[in-house]
């Protein structure tokens, strides 16, 4: 069945994969912005716009993220859900959020509530390949790049996680779908030595150790999920750089 779906976020690294794919598997997609041509505009911290926003939509993919107000601004769209007569709603959440004590993951917890209460749907992915690929450029412009040895990931194609949300919306999976991930489990030192490989960057890998709560729970594979996802960390980077 095709569907009216609303993305928030649309112009992020998620939300415009997630319009992309929704647009080629027939729904009828708006994707959400505050002042961005060419799309729905409505102001998630205001309300501003939401209703119309909302104006015959059957599902609201909420991938929207600013780091700082996320409580916020789910409340607003909650409040406008309720005022349009309930339409479905899939939130996109992190695999690891209830177990790594990081502020930003505790909002997330909090917002998974606020959705569950409201009879929605949270999918929890593991780390974008863009966010591994940033932490790559960054850590090696240096002669030494530190690697974590306990603490394994499993980046995840952002395409993937994008079909993922659809076969949400399209009622292909269960209410609460669980964690999903890429297609490996690999070590800091793998991914960075993939890069340098892939760059021709000659640098130096130092084993660290660093304590703390999140470590410890990184460490314990917190943020690591059962997989689910194709695309490779290499084939990722073959593609972008």
Not at 23 to 36: D, F, Q, Y
Not at 124 to 138: D, T
Request: proline share 5%.
């Amino acid at each position: 069945m095709k569907r009216t779906v609303l993305v928030t976020g649309a112009t992020g690294t998620l939300g415009r994969d997630v319009v992309a794919v929704l647009e080629e598997r027939g729904h009828a997609v708006r994707g959400l912005s505050r002042s961005k041509p060419g799309y729905t505009h409505a102001d998630l911290l205001t309300g501003e716009g939401l209703a119309d926003a909302l104006d015959g939509v059957d599902v609201v993919v909420h991938a929207a993220t600013d780091g700082r107000r996320d409580v916020a601004a789910t409340t607003k769209l909650i409040e406008a859900l309720d005022a349009a007569g309930k339409p479905q709603l899939v939130f996109v959440s992190i695999v690891g959020v209830d177990r790594i004590p990081l502020g930003y993951y505790k909002d997330k917890v909090t917002i998974e509530r606020m959705v569950a209460a409201y009879g929605g749907t949270s999918l929890r992915a593991s780390q974008f390949h863009e966010l591994v690929l940033s932490l790559a450029k960054a850590l090696t412009k240096l002669p030494l790049v530190g690697f974590y040895p306990a603490f394994d990931v499993r980046p995840v194609e952002v395409h993937d996680v994008a079909v993922r949300l659809a076969e949400i919306v399209e009622g292909e999976l269960p209410a609460q779908p669980g964690d999903f991930s890429g297609p490996q489990r690999r070590s800091t030192r793998e991914l960075w030595q993939a890069y340098l490989t892939h760059t021709g960057k000659r640098r130096l890998l130092v084993p660290i150790r660093l304590p703390g709560k999140i470590f410890r729970a990184l460490r314990d594979g917190a943020g690591t999920g059962p997989g689910g996802g194709i695309g490779s960390w290499e084939e990722f980077l073959a593609r972008k750089l």
